[in-house]
């Protein structure tokens, strides 16, 4: 089920956030949010998952198709990561040997078969992010939510984050929406680029989505494309 905003309007006392947002998040898609800091881009974040409630307007969506990965996702320092992995599965509460099943086979799709006995303090801040995506998609979500994932990452562990992000949203059919004050990440993610700015939400489509070389972020267009976005940003 798509997530639809209408005439949405958010407030923190007397500071506006968004004014009357109109906007519809479709299935099967990829999303990345960028804008000024303070902008509201975790607070759209927030309203989405629900954590929040819009001042005015509706927000119509599926609840039981939603997660969200948090940039300071606390992973619990006792949990091995095979645990971590299987709490959402246990909150949920699905039968066991279904949970060890889809747990077995997250642990695998996400590189993490060799570090399933290992907790959060044995492992690299790339290892805990692929941890806490597990977690984010364990039940399958229809929108995968994810703040900032890879900001406290270097260069190389962001890139492989980025293309397990792809291929999981690619495996699983669903939707995928970043927030990052990364541009070129932005790029390289979103299909669909929403800047938010001035309590509103600027709709970008990504020309280089569709480029069908396989080094997209080696090519002329793609860094074209992130001055253009860099500057929209700006104004």
């Not at 099967?28 to 509201?40: E, K, L, N, T």
């Not at 962001?158 to 949203?169: G, N, R, W």
Request: include cysteine; aromatic fraction near 8%; charge should be positive.
């Amino acid at each position: 089920m798509p997530i639809t905003l209408n005439n949405v309007s958010f407030h923190y006392g007397k500071q506006t956030i968004f004014t009357n947002l109109n906007y519809r998040f479709k299935n099967y898609h990829r999303y990345a949010v960028i804008g000024p800091s303070g902008s509201g881009k975790t607070t759209l974040l927030q309203l989405l998952q629900g954590f929040l409630a819009p001042t005015d307007g509706t927000l119509t969506k599926d609840e039981d198709t939603i997660m969200t990965v948090f940039q300071n996702n606390q992973i619990f320092p006792w949990l091995t990561v095979a645990a971590a992995v299987n709490l959402p599965l246990k909150l949920a509460h699905k039968k066991k040997d279904k949970r060890n099943q889809q747990v077995t086979q997250l642990l695998r799709e996400l590189q993490l078969t060799d570090l399933k006995d290992k907790r959060p303090k044995a492992l690299s801040g790339g290892q805990l992010q692929r941890v806490a995506i597990a977690q984010g998609l364990a039940l399958n979500p229809q929108f995968l939510l994810l703040d900032e994932p890879t900001s406290s990452l270097d260069s190389q562990s962001k890139e492989k984050i980025q293309d397990l992000l792809i291929a999981q949203q690619q495996r699983r059919q669903n939707s995928l929406l970043v927030v990052t004050h990364d541009i070129e990440e932005a790029a390289f993610l979103g299909e669909t680029i929403l800047i938010v700015k001035d309590a509103q939400l600027i709709v970008i489509d990504n020309p280089t989505f569709a480029a069908t070389t396989k080094n997209r972020r080696e090519s002329l267009a793609f860094y074209e494309f992130c001055i253009a976005l860099r500057a929209e940003v700006r104004q």
